[in-house]
């Protein structure tokens, strides 16, 4: 969609600018997670035991671990890499992760959060998808969440889910049933 500046009574349109490192959006989103996204940022970088980083760890509102993986343009391993990464953390206890909020937060915060380890999110934040990407994440019954970023000219950065998940505590309904309700 594109994004337009009122100037004395014209529309002008914006242009969409490259980002000229994958480390610039991290870092953007990093220190604005929680206007961003609603969440806690706890790492970056974080060295894993089977190797690899994850690009960013936080927590949400209601305690469940978040990883974040960034890529600067459409990329068809982002989905991949986050999953590998999750898999990963369900290998740890919760302790690590309690411990991880407590370092980052400090232990008055980090003990308000009661830490939902059961339903752990992904978050892939690039600038376009594939509908491979797509169609994987409606398919895998976990919680992952693709965002599509764009950068304008004047400063202006905008985040746009591109699909929607349902609260992990509200039974999915699949398209056929919606449609045969539909139909009754």
Do not use: H
Not at 15 to 27: F, G, T
Not at 59 to 72: H, T
Request: proline share 4%.
């Amino acid at each position: 969609m594109p994004i337009f500046k009122l100037q004395t009574g014209k529309l002008k349109k914006l242009n969409i600018l490259a980002l000229d490192k994958e480390k610039n959006l991290q870092q953007l989103l990093e220190s604005n997670l929680m206007e961003a996204l609603e969440l806690r940022f706890l790492a970056s970088e974080y060295v894993t035991t089977a190797g690899g980083r994850i690009d960013s760890i936080a927590v949400d509102a209601n305690g469940a671990p978040v990883i974040i993986e960034y890529k600067r343009n459409k990329n068809d391993n982002v989905i991949n890499q986050a999953l590998s990464y999750l898999k990963w953390l369900r290998t740890q206890k919760p302790a690590f992760f309690e411990k991880l909020m407590q370092d980052k937060l400090g232990k008055d915060i980090a003990d308000k959060i009661r830490l939902d380890w059961n339903n752990p999110r992904v978050i892939c934040i690039a600038e376009s998808y594939s509908k491979f990407d797509i169609d994987t994440v409606e398919v895998v019954p976990l919680r992952i969440e693709l965002f599509k970023y764009r950068y304008y000219e004047g400063d202006i950065f905008g985040l746009e889910p591109v699909n929607v998940t349902e609260p992990y505590d509200k039974p999915q309904q699949t398209k056929v049933a919606n449609e045969y309700e539909a139909d009754t």
